[in-house]
């Protein structure tokens, strides 16, 4: 990829210190909110008196809502103020988590949930105001801090949901993340700079763009294959993992299963060092270096299942490595159009999580069809197949 041009940004919407901070824990609570009725599916389905698998299906809406957030809501932030548009965001994202826990059936679960997965893609506005407000030179290290709250959101939502759901039962959790998205989208209008208008192209203009995106543009067309393919063995490998630790000759209980994610706490501070990383030799070594340490860990851990201490880091290693791919690869993304990031944050982060859909269905299936061992081996070949991908890109762009 070419060379950013220097973007001189005004001295009033710089994002300062305190601010960048800000935006992380926001993400962090935003993309928290996608999962913490997981954990209590069950007592969900007994309190609503419904199936588990209508709750299963009502609780699938979040990831739906979350890919219509991702193409409708995030290129918002690059046409209107940001601090508005993640203010009234965190506000619906409140009203709804309410309204959730007032449900009174699976049905009702199921709208409430896809609006709260679709107002959840704040993390992605936010990582976008990010690599447009950033100073060029320190752009993925601003990302890489960003990015670490969405994976601390990722990580928490469960951890917290799961426990403030046995001490104050889900409704009670519901209500208490209602409260805090609530207070951080007063905040938002407090704190986030309102840049202007990058203007060029109208909404629905912008809409209809992001298709073409993916064709005419290479870098964007390689990051977004390349990312589909390492989150494809992320989810893979993590719900293939719950499936074969649930069976014999293991058994774990759901609640050992989940101490297991406590290994994905070093992709967090991967975060942070391949921002700074990305901004001082290239995202491509940073991507490269990360995937090929995640990709020998999940090999590794293809045949390490039965010594605990060895999973687990092969686990944190593998987080690691693919955390540190994603901050270098979307700063290369945020920088293809750094005035009007969003449009390209969109389109990338959609494809991004296709993968990572393919990926979770799949691996839960094919540890039942081919064991464990080959599972693993199936998520290294898919990293492989992205390092390819990046090897043989020649860095550069077409023209949009």
Known sequence: MTADPVTEIPADIRLRSSVVLFMSLAAALGTSTI????PAIADVAE??????????????????????????????VDRFPPGRVLAAQFGVLAVALALSAAAGGAWQLGLTTAAIGACSAVGAGLSSVAGRLAPPHRRATTLGIVTAGISVGILAGRIVGGWLSDEIGWRGMLLTFAAASALIAGWCLMLLPDAPDAGGRGYLQTLRS?????????????AASAGALWFFAFCAAWAGLAVALSEPPFSYS????GLYALAGLSGILATRVAGTWTDRVGARRVILLGLALAGVAAFVAG??????LVTLVCLALFDAGLFAAQVANQSTVLAIDPAAPAR?????????????SLGTAFGAAAVEWFG????AMITAAAIGAAVIIVVLHTPGRTAT
């Not at 759901?254 to 299963?257: M, S, T, V």
């Open 35 to 38: 999962y913490p009725l997981q």
């Open 47 to 76: 309190s609503l008196g419904s199936p588990i698998t209508a709750i299963g299906l009502a609780l699938a809406g979040g990831p739906i809502g979350y890919m219509v957030g991702l193409g409708l809501l995030v290129p918002l």
């Open 210 to 222: 992001l298709p073409r995106l993916l064709v005419r543009d290479a870098t964007l067309r390689v």
């Open 254 to 257: 759901a609640e050992r299963i």
């Open 303 to 308: 045949f390490a299942l039965t010594n605990t």
């Open 344 to 356: 390209f944050n969109s389109a990338y982060m959609l494809v991004y999580f296709v993968g990572g």
């Open 372 to 375: 464990w061992p080959v599972t």
